[in-house]
């Protein structure tokens, strides 16, 4: 037995030690999450790259691999197949019922930047609004892409029809090119402010002398009406250059929301971490790139409708009272009401067992002083009117405990004096005889 009992004791200890080294000392392999973030010159992808950076050194658990995706409709399909953990997609890009939303990243704006009077002086025409556009060749993004798709909403809104537009769908760089060889004298972009081609394109076109003009999309508001998804916001005067200033007003667009989106089979811990060190280190991914200051909880503007992550959720709702925290004066209420019904019932089976006590002493009593008169006595018909008594005080005491008048324990006691009475006077009578 001593070594059986010694084995078991050595089991529990090495399952003890094995336990801890599990827990607390062994080397995790992070968890890797690929995102799909874009083109790799886009504003998400430099962003993902920098938060994949500020991973490294905040976070020991997840780590970001971040690839390039021609479009949203892609990434989202990706995702659904499970060749990336997640994406950076437009917030009307339509998803899978496996994507959730992590977290809300930036405002793509919608831009028609044009020429300042064209810059060419044997053209006298100028663009002042969206409806200026049919005059003169227009560079827009390529066929397919939700770019495209966006430069077309706003025509469709604007009632211009497609016919009359000189359009040339090309690629960015193949538009700056158009743009500043003055073959055409307007672009379409769909970008943050801070997009390094807008400021290179913007920057370039300073360069050569080429003043540029930022077209209102003044009905961004009706816009929305039709397409939710849209937000009216405004390019504040001198965004871009505080000295010519440009723009040299205040100019109200479109903006459509960028996200970050992951799939509901990723894992929940990891997704956490994930947001956590986005929200929690905020200043070294500001100094990395000020984009990043948009990046904000998405249940503020409720910008789709996809549903929230698990991950990401726990993350957000960290400070939520409990259930419990919530309705902490209802739950006390009730406990006290609870705890109050308790002691009233305990008060009354106190109470009944305390009756049930003395009416088995009153019984006792009754018994005790049959006894004393049995042994006072010599008249043997007294003796047996005594006998006749203990046999109806039995059936009146059967009676009282088969109602609850008395208690088991009391009938016990009183059943051990009754015989000891009866023995009594039973012993007078024969003593008489």
Known sequence: ?????????????????????????????????????????????????????????????????VVTSPNSSESTAKISSRLVDLATIEANTPAYTDINLVTELFEDYFLLVARDGWGRSDVRESFETVTDLPTSPVAIP????????????VIDHYKIAPETLGTLAVGNERARELFLSGKVNAIFLQSSLRDPFLLSFIGEAGLRGIKLKFLPIDQADAMKLKRPYLDPVTIVKGAFDGRLPLPAENVVVPSL????????????????????????????????????????????????????????????????????????????????????????????????????????DKYNDKLLDIAQRARSTSDVTVLNEMKAELVALLER?????????????????????????KETVNEQIELQS
């Open 257 to 360: 929301k960028r996200v970050l989106v992951a799939g509901a089979h990723v894992d929940e811990d990891a997704v956490y971490e994930l947001v956590r060190v986005i929200f929690e280190n905020r200043l070294d991914l500001l100094i990395r790139m000020p984009l990043s200051s948009r990046i904000t909880n998405p249940r503020v503007s409720e910008v789709t409708s996809l549903g929230l992550h698990n991950g990401a959720a726990r993350y957000f709702d960290r400070d939520q009272p409990s259930f419990l925290q919530e309705n902490a004066e209802p739950m006390a209420l009730i406990v006290t009401i609870f705890a109050m019904l308790i002691s009233a019932l305990l008060a009354l089976r106190r109470n009944m067992k305390s009756r049930a006590k003395n009416t088995g």
């Open 397 to 421: 005491v059967v009676h009282a405990l088969d109602t609850d008048q008395i208690t088991e324990e009391g009938f016990q006691s009183f059943a051990f004096l009754w015989n000891s009475t």
């Open 1 to 65: 037995m001593r070594w059986i009992y010694t084995s078991i004791f050595a089991l529990i200890a090495a399952i003890g030690a094995f336990g801890y080294w599990y827990v607390f000392e062994r080397e995790v392999e992070p968890v890797v999450l690929t995102v799909a973030a874009g083109t790799s010159d886009s504003d998400t992808f430099h962003l993902m790259r920098e938060v994949s950076e500020v991973l490294v050194r905040h976070s020991d658990t997840v780590r970001l691999k």
């Open 142 to 153: 390529p066929s397919g892409t939700s770019e495209n798709r966006s430069f077309w909403a």
